[in-house]
């Protein structure tokens, strides 16, 4: 799509800094550097601000091994985050902000990978700190799950923030990408209708368009308040957020997108398929090898799928589960080399819990599977489906000490 009546380029930022955070940001960094007539080059990167050693090789390194130095002064200096990604360099268009409220300012697109566990209280801080016009891409994978019922991360950062919000996710094992190594991705992107670029426009100046009530979240919410709020629409004068142009943000030559339209496939098949990994893992902790891992990878594949189906019947597509690279494909790549496979088979071979795993042996990282086994299982209780789920139930059971592992073959065997 021609970029009609456009004078102004989009600045991009990213809210987290972790390994699969700071690999998007590199991959942003590099595309906008490489499309000058869309984007302004730097991207700015909220780096959780703590304390870091560095290492021997590290320019900043002076000989005592102990001394501390601020993430965001490493980042920009060395331009390696050396805690979450260490060994790669960054384009040094990526800039590390301590301040959250700084890294937002005058963004136009907003790209949300944290941990899913701090994505609302970002939001609360972010709020009333970005541009009404903004837009997002959530590339955190869970779900929000509380009283009201079951939520995107999608739809709860639109719904918070009152912008809208896509989703990327596919089978992206981040140290890879980081390296340059090929891989696909999914990224859906529904642009709302306002956003659609009509040539008899006349160019409007930044601030005046005004808001229009739209959908922003899951109808299918019982409860929810934020079933529609006031979106802005993206001031004529920068680039229309097409698929086209939102392809060129993440497509890179390494890192090969397609662009669908079903954020909520999108975003369950990122959020479930940590369950399924967890699953694989204790099979495999138990040294029951590849044969049973596929056999929970397969179990698992049709309850995302029912999953969606169930509570987001209206817009998901059952394909995106099965065709795109962030439904099966990540099934597949995380159950193979993910955290959340690797912790679980751990603590399984060492016996002790995989919390305890995730402390020492992540280095700060953060496994989703488990705070998302724990999430979906409230809600399916809620529902009264826990048994139309029993590989998601068996997981839950087993991280709490209430089923073994070894219970999983007959657990997931469909009862008569
Ligand atoms: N690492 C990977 O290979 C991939 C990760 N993802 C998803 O991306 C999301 C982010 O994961 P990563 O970037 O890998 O993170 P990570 O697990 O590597 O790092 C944890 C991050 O959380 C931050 N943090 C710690 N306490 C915090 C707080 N109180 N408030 C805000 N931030 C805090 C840390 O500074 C760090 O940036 C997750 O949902 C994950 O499932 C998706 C695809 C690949
Ligand atoms: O999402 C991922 C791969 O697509 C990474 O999974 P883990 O968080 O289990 O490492």
Known sequence: MANLGATKKHKVMV?????WGTTMAKIAAE??????NLFEPDVRMWVYEEEVTVPKESKLYDGDSEKKHKLSEVINKTHENVKYLPGVTLPDNVIAEPS????VKDATILIFVLPHQFIAKSCDQIKGHILPFARGVSCTKGVDVSESGVQLFSESIGAKLGIYCGALSGANIASEIAQGKYSETTVAYDPPPMDSRQPSRQASPTQSPSASTVELVNPHMEHTEHKSAKLYPLPIDFPPLSHENIKKLFHRPYFHVRMVSDVAGVSLGGALKNIVALAAGFVDGLGWGDNAKAAVMRVGLLEEVKFGEKFFSESVQARTFTEESCGVADIITSCSGGRNFRCAKMSIERGVSINEIEETELNGQKLQGTSTAYEVNSFLKSQGMENEFPLFTAVYNI????????EIPDIIEPKD
Request: charged residues 25%; hydrophobic residues 20%; without cysteine.
């Open 100 to 103: 959250i409220q700084e890294a």
């Open 15 to 19: 809210v987290g800094s972790g390994n």
């Open 399 to 406: 991280l709490e000490g209430k089923t073994k592992p070894e």
């Open 31 to 36: 595309n906008t550097k490489a499309n000058p």
